[in-house]
């Protein structure tokens, strides 16, 4: 199976938070991402997280990961339509290259 | 900075062509990667260099070619298309941070790429 898995699909209504979550296989990741990817568009990086941390806050994205279990969470507070995309989780391996989950469709309602 | 920009948008090929697929990055970054995006599923690495004269195979590298004569340059080579090659094509670069790990990848927008 995928070394990094995801959930496919999750729906949720304006103002309502979204827990986006990932599981990885690698316990010598360094970092850990999170990337949007909108509509025939490339990827953006939204954050990432050191392999040493548990836990980073950037505005309305927290990014949770508990190393034990290999599980890594991207938490969006207040959704907005706009936060509609695809969500990929993606781990380090070795120095250069980068492992991607297959990513989660994030789909908001008004 | 205009980033990471890739070259064509989109393009249809036959079975048995070739191309290049353009890559060009201004941010001085050493690490530049392809990786191919099929649809529902997530990216995969084709090739990636760490810097002007080395390149190394990736995920899936069968069927394609790069060269990195440059540190800006990376493009990617198909010699025989095949409909098992269609699918979106993203360029990425990215800078090692002093521990030699790199931190940030910057994608381009992609090239669609149809084979019939």
């Known amino acids: 199976g995928e070394d990094v898995e995801q959930s496919l699909f999750l729906s949720v209504r304006e103002g309502d938070s979204s827990v986006i979550n990932c599981t990885y296989t690698?316990?010598?990741?360094?970092?850990l991402y999170w990337y949007k990817q909108e509509p025939g568009a490339g990827l953006q990086l939204l954050t990432y997280?050191?392999?040493?941390?548990d836990m980073k806050q950037d505005q309305r994205l927290t990014v949770l990961l508990n190393k034990k279990d290999k599980h890594l969470s991207l938490r969006i507070a207040d959704t907005q339509t706009g936060d509609s995309a695809i969500y990929f989780c993606?781990?380090?391996?070795?120095?250069?290259?980068?492992?991607f989950g297959k990513g989660t469709m994030l789909l908001v309602s008004p | 900075n205009a980033g990471v920009t890739q070259t064509p948008k989109f393009r249809i090929l036959k079975i048995g062509q070739s191309m290049t697929l353009q890559c060009t990055q201004d941010?001085?970054?050493?690490?530049m990667y392809w990786y191919r995006q099929d649809p529902g599923m997530g990216l995969k690495l084709i090739y990636y260099?760490?810097?002007?004269?080395?390149?190394d195979k990736g995920e899936v590298p069968n069927g394609y070619n790069v060269s990195r004569s440059t540190t800006e340059d990376f493009p990617l080579r198909l010699e025989l298309a095949a409909p098992s090659q269609t699918s979106v094509y993203f360029c990425?670069?990215?800078?090692?941070?002093?521990?030699?790990?790199?931190?940030?990848?910057?994608f381009g927008p992609g090239t669609r790429l149809l084979v019939l």
């Open positions: 990425a670069s990215s800078y090692p941070t002093s521990g030699g790990i790199q931190e940030t990848q910057y």
């Open positions: 941010m001085n970054h050493n690490y």
């Open positions: 690698d316990s010598s990741s360094t970092y």
């Open positions: 997280i050191f392999s040493n941390m």
């Open positions: 260099s760490v810097g002007a004269g080395i390149t």
């Open positions: 993606a781990e380090t391996r070795g120095y250069s290259t980068l492992t």
